[in-house]
């Protein structure tokens, strides 16, 4: 049945199952550019969330645009990978060339990464060369930066990481923009 297909390719995915994710994209080209009920994602958004990279090769294979965003937020699925803890998922989506959308605090995969609570996707991201420096105001947020909200969020690890690369290897910086970093988490939960 026809109404069915989402619920085919959901458990597809789940199962990590490329030849039926290929097959039924061959048969229903439309769902390429469906939005999952699951927060609004594309398919490999999804596939990124739930970790299935073979999936996630399929999807590509079968012509899903990486580059589709989360029809609620923006967000690219290298957020939904970096927030679960995916790092071979990251690596990925980094070799394929997707984009790092720091245009806003919930599209920037640093952000997500610590939430994630993922040194090694800090890691990735910074040697990939996104903009560790962005500063975010918002309604919850005031001159926030991937330090700040690390630190803001108990992730001092990543906090560190971000810092010393921010600093060059300068620890002596780092540390300064440690401080910094702190006082702007402390203001932002205050």
């Given at each position: 049945?026809?109404?069915?297909?989402?619920?085919?390719?959901?458990?597809?995915?789940?199962?990590?199952?490329?030849?039926?994710i290929v097959e039924l994209f061959v048969n229903n080209p439309d769902q390429k550019t469906f939005?999952?009920?699951?927060?609004?994602?594309?398919?490999?958004?999804?596939?990124?969330?739930?970790?299935?990279?073979?999936?996630?090769?399929?999807?590509?294979?079968?012509?899903?645009?990486?580059?589709?965003?989360?029809?609620?937020?923006?967000?690219?699925?290298?957020?939904?990978?970096?927030?679960?803890?995916?790092?071979?998922?990251?690596?990925?989506?980094?070799?394929?060339?997707?984009?790092?959308?720091?245009?806003?605090?919930?599209?920037?995969?640093?952000?997500?990464?610590?939430?994630?609570?993922?040194?090694?996707?800090?890691?990735?991201?910074?040697?990939?060369?996104?903009?560790?420096?962005?500063?975010?105001?918002?309604?919850?947020?005031?001159?926030?930066?991937?330090?700040?909200?690390?630190?803001?969020?108990?992730?001092?690890k990543c906090a560190s990481i971000i810092a010393l690369w921010n600093a060059n290897g300068d620890?002596?910086?780092?540390?300064?923009?440690?401080v910094e970093a702190d006082e702007i988490a402390t203001k932002n939960v205050s």
């Amino acid at each position: 049945m026809r109404r069915n297909v989402p619920v085919h390719i959901i458990e597809a995915i789940k199962a990590n199952d490329s030849a039926t994710i290929v097959e039924l994209f061959v048969n229903n080209p439309d769902q390429k550019t469906f939005v999952t009920p699951f927060g609004s994602e594309s398919w490999i958004g999804y596939a990124a969330q739930v970790g299935k990279l073979a999936a996630i090769e399929a999807l590509i294979e079968s012509g899903v645009d990486l580059m589709q965003a989360d029809a609620h937020d923006g967000a690219l699925p290298i957020c939904s990978a970096a927030s679960a803890g995916h790092v071979d998922i990251v690596r990925y989506l980094l070799k394929v060339g997707i984009e790092l959308d720091v245009s806003e605090s919930v599209r920037n995969p640093l952000f997500s990464a610590i939430v994630g609570r993922s040194p090694e996707i800090v890691t990735l991201l910074l040697e990939a060369g996104i903009d560790s420096t962005a500063r975010y105001n918002s309604p919850s947020m005031e001159d926030m930066d991937a330090v700040a909200f690390a630190l803001m969020r108990g992730e001092s690890k990543c906090a560190s990481i971000i810092a010393l690369w921010n600093a060059n290897g300068d620890e002596k910086a780092a540390e300064k923009t440690l401080v910094e970093a702190d006082e702007i988490a402390t203001k932002n939960v205050s």
